[in-house]
C-alpha cells in the first residue's frame, strides 16, 4: 500500500505567511498524506528573541508570548483540519528552542532552583506548551532540537528518510541537501536553510538517495514601519536584509513511497502553488 508524507517547516508564525499557510493547506486537502510532518520553526517566538529591538519592529510584529502561541497552536490546527493525516510528525527548530534558552539566562538564583525542578520541567514541556492533545490527532515528537524524525514508520534507515529542520544554511541552493545525504548516509529533507531543492544521489548496487531542502511558509522580508524601527531602516525577515538580496523561497514537499520513493517539491510563490497540472491560489 501506498505511503504519502507532507513536509512543511518555516512558518515562523507570527511571521507567517498566510496566502503560502492557505495554499499549502489547500494541496495538502488534495494529497491526503498518512503523515503531516511539521519540520520545524513554526513559531518565530519573536517575543523571545534576544535581538532587543526586534521585539516590536512594527505595529504588525508587536506579540507576547502568548498571542505567539495561540496563534501557532490555532495555525497547526487549521492545517491538520485540512489535511487530516492519520499522524503528525513534530520536530523543534532553533526558534523553538529560545523557550528553553530564555531559562538558561535567569540569573536569580531561587528562580532557577525552580525552573531546574524536574516536576515543573514536566510542566513546560512542549508538549504540553503547544497543546499537542488539542490537535486531535496522534503526535510523534521528537524531543529537544535539533532530533530529527524517519518519516516512514517501518522502512530500515538506508529505506527510509530522516527529516530534521537543522542548522546550518549554505547559501546556495541544493548545497545543504547535498552535504547532509552525505553526512547522514541516506535520504533527508532540512528546513532551516530557506532554500529550495531537491537532489538525487546514485550510489552503486542501484541505490538512489535524495535530498530536498524544504523551504518555508514566512514572510520574506517585513518591512519596517517608519524606515528606521530595526535602527538600520533594512527590512526584517530571517534573517534582517533587503528582499532582493535573500535567496529564500517558498514551498513543501509530498513523498509517495510505493517500493520506492517518488518526492516531489512544491514551490510556493505570491500566493499560488501547482501540483499535478492543477493551479492553487489562496
Ligand atoms: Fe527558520
Ligand atoms: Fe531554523
Request: hydrophobic share 35%; net charge neutral.
Amino acid at each position: 500500500m501506498d505511503f504519502r508524507a507532507m513536509v512543511v517547516n518555516d512558518l515562523q508564525c507570527p511571521l507567517h505567511d498566510q496566502r503560502a499557510f492557505d495554499v499549502a493547506c489547500q494541496v495538502g486537502a488534495d494529497f491526503k498524506p498518512d503523515v503531516l510532518d511539521i519540520n520545524g520553526d513554526w513559531f518565530d517566538l519573536l517575543s523571545l528573541s534576544t535581538y532587543g529591538g526586534i521585539r516590536s519592529l512594527n505595529e504588525k510584529t508587536v506579540v507576547d508570548f502568548d498571542s505567539e502561541l495561540e496563534r501557532g497552536i490555532s495555525l497547526a490546527k487549521t492545517m491538520i483540519k485540512a489535511v487530516k493525516p492519520k499522524r503528525v510528525h513534530w520536530k523543534n527548530g532553533n526558534h523553538e528552542f529560545r523557550f528553553v534558552r530564555a531559562f538558561t539566562r535567569i540569573s536569580d538564583a531561587a528562580a532557577k532552583a525552580i525552573v531546574n525542578s524536574q516536576r515543573l520541567k514536566h510542566i513546560y514541556d512542549y508538549r504540553n506548551l503547544f497543546d499537542f492533545d488539542s490537535f486531535g490527532v496522534k503526535v510523534t515528537y521528537a524531543g529537544d532540537y535539533p532530533n530529527g524524525l524517519w518519516l516512514h514508520p517501518t522502512l530500515p534507515p538506508d529505506q527510509n528518510v530522516w527529516v530534521e529542520h537543522g542548522y546550518i544554511a549554505r547559501k546556495n541552493s541544493g548545497y545543504t541537501a547535498t552535504a547532509l545525504v552525505q553526512e547522514r548516509g541516506t535520504s533527508v529533507i532540512v528546513g532551516h536553510c530557506e532554500r529550495l531543492a531537491l537532489i538525487w544521489k546514485h550510489s552503486v548496487g542501484d541505490r538512489n538517495y535524495f535530498g530536498i531542502e524544504n523551504g518555508n511558509l514566512s514572510l520574506i522580508g517585513v518591512p519596517p514601519s517608519g524606515g528606521h524601527t530595526n535602527g538600520q531602516g533594512l527590512y526584517f525577515g530571517v534573517p534582517h536584509s533587503v528582499p532582493d538580496f535573500m535567496n529564500h523561497q517558498q514551498g513543501m514537499s509530498l513523498l509517495t513511497h510505493n517500493g520506492e520513493w517518488f518526492p516531489e517539491l512544491i514551490r510556493i510563490s505570491k500566493g499560488k502553488a501547482v501540483y499535478a497540472g492543477k493551479t492553487y491560489k489562496s
